[in-house]
Protein backbone atom coordinates (compact mmCIF):
# COMPACT_ATOMS: atom_id res chain seq x y z
CA UNK A 1 0.00 0.00 0.00
CA UNK A 2 2.17 2.89 -1.16
CA UNK A 3 2.02 5.82 1.44
CA UNK A 4 1.76 9.47 0.55
CA UNK A 5 5.20 11.15 1.41
CA UNK A 6 4.50 14.67 2.99
CA UNK A 7 1.53 14.83 4.94
CA UNK A 8 2.26 15.89 7.81
CA UNK A 9 0.41 14.20 11.13
CA UNK A 10 -0.66 11.51 13.43
CA UNK A 11 -2.19 9.53 10.30
CA UNK A 12 -0.81 7.55 7.52
CA UNK A 13 -2.33 8.53 3.97
CA UNK A 14 -2.36 5.74 1.43
CA UNK A 15 -4.08 4.07 -1.82
CA UNK A 16 -4.00 0.44 -2.25
CA UNK A 17 -3.48 -1.82 -5.42
CA UNK A 18 -7.47 -2.11 -6.35
CA UNK A 19 -8.03 1.68 -5.92
CA UNK A 20 -7.72 2.77 -9.87
CA UNK A 21 -10.76 0.90 -11.32
CA UNK A 22 -12.74 3.63 -8.79
CA UNK A 23 -12.79 7.55 -8.61
CA UNK A 24 -10.04 9.22 -7.33
CA UNK A 25 -9.86 9.08 -3.20
CA UNK A 26 -7.04 8.14 -0.34
CA UNK A 27 -7.52 5.86 2.76
CA UNK A 28 -6.34 7.55 6.17
CA UNK A 29 -5.61 5.28 8.99
CA UNK A 30 -4.68 5.88 12.85
CA UNK A 31 -3.95 2.56 15.46
CA UNK A 32 -7.34 0.40 14.83
CA UNK A 33 -9.43 3.16 12.93
CA UNK A 34 -9.65 3.87 8.40
CA UNK A 35 -11.98 6.29 6.70
CA UNK A 36 -11.89 6.98 3.48
CA UNK A 37 -12.07 10.00 1.09
CA UNK A 38 -13.04 10.95 -2.76
CA UNK A 39 -10.78 13.48 -3.70
CA UNK A 40 -12.90 15.38 -6.48
CA UNK A 41 -15.17 16.36 -4.88
CA UNK A 42 -14.42 16.19 -1.34
CA UNK A 43 -16.47 14.10 0.64
CA UNK A 44 -16.19 11.02 2.90
CA UNK A 45 -16.82 7.82 1.59
CA UNK A 46 -16.46 5.65 4.79
CA UNK A 47 -15.46 5.89 8.42
CA UNK A 48 -14.32 2.87 10.65
CA UNK A 49 -13.81 4.70 14.38
CA UNK A 50 -13.01 7.96 13.59
CA UNK A 51 -14.77 10.49 15.91
CA UNK A 52 -16.44 13.20 13.78
CA UNK A 53 -13.96 15.43 15.15
CA UNK A 54 -10.71 13.85 13.94
CA UNK A 55 -13.00 13.73 10.50
CA UNK A 56 -13.15 17.62 10.53
CA UNK A 57 -9.28 17.59 11.29
CA UNK A 58 -8.62 14.60 8.57
CA UNK A 59 -10.92 16.30 6.11
CA UNK A 60 -8.81 19.61 6.86
CA UNK A 61 -5.60 17.87 5.84
CA UNK A 62 -6.96 16.20 3.01
CA UNK A 63 -7.91 19.68 2.08
CA UNK A 64 -4.47 21.14 2.62
CA UNK A 65 -2.77 18.30 0.55
CA UNK A 66 -5.26 18.00 -2.34
CA UNK A 67 -2.95 18.93 -5.09
CA UNK A 68 -0.08 16.44 -3.45
CA UNK A 69 -2.82 13.58 -3.02
CA UNK A 70 -3.99 13.97 -6.62
CA UNK A 71 -0.21 14.15 -8.03
CA UNK A 72 0.50 10.56 -5.83
CA UNK A 73 -2.62 9.21 -7.52
CA UNK A 74 -2.15 10.04 -10.77
CA UNK A 75 1.14 8.81 -9.94
CA UNK A 76 0.02 5.54 -8.36
CA UNK A 77 -3.09 4.79 -10.91
CA UNK A 78 -1.03 6.14 -14.50
Not at 12 to 41: A, G, I
Request: with cysteine; aromatic share 12%.
Amino acid sequence: MPRIKGVLGPYRFFFTSFDCNEPPHVHVERENRTCKFWLDPLGLARNHGFSARELNVIRRTVQTYRTSIMEAWHEHCG
